[in-house]
Nanobody, 123 residues
Framework: QVQLVESGGGLVQAGGSLRLSCAAS????????VGWFRQAPGKEREFVAG????????VYADFAKGRFTVSRDNAKNTVYLQMNNLKPEDTAVYYC????????????????WGQGTQVTVSS
């Protein structure tokens, strides 16, 4: 079992940047891919970006392309989500989740979830 803890959320003005972190503990020797998801008030949770175990494969939602970058440092058991040019519509709780090896967009394919971190973008 892998435990995930997100951090780095906060309040930022439109056009600003934040870097979220997802720190893993527990069975960190397992080769897991990590996905980032978000849930805005009154909306369903949606896929944002993901990265494979090796970091060689990344996947982005259309709204994230060109603005968000997912990366990982396996020596630190941490996955990052760099978010630039943030917009008010990016306001949401951001979650990271883990699954074996390959990154996919489907939430139900992920078996470990963090508690989430709030990102608020003011206009």
């Amino acid at each position: 079992q892998v435990q995930l803890v997100e951090s780095g959320g906060g309040l930022v003005q439109a056009g600003g940047s934040l870097r979220l972190s997802c720190a893993a503990s527990g069975r960190t020797r397992s080769r897991h891919a990590v996905g980032w998801f978000r849930q805005a008030p009154g909306k369903e949770r949606e896929f944002v970006a993901g990265i494979s175990w090796t970091g060689g494969s990344t996947v982005y939602a259309d709204f994230a392309k060109g603005r968000f970058t997912v990366s990982r440092d396996n020596a630190k058991n941490t996955v990052y989500l760099q978010m630039n040019n943030l917009k008010p519509e990016d306001t949401a709780v951001y979650y990271c989740a883990a699954r074996d090896l390959v990154v996919v967009r489907t939430q139900s394919e992920y078996h470990n979830w963090g508690q989430g971190t709030q990102v608020t973008v003011s206009s």
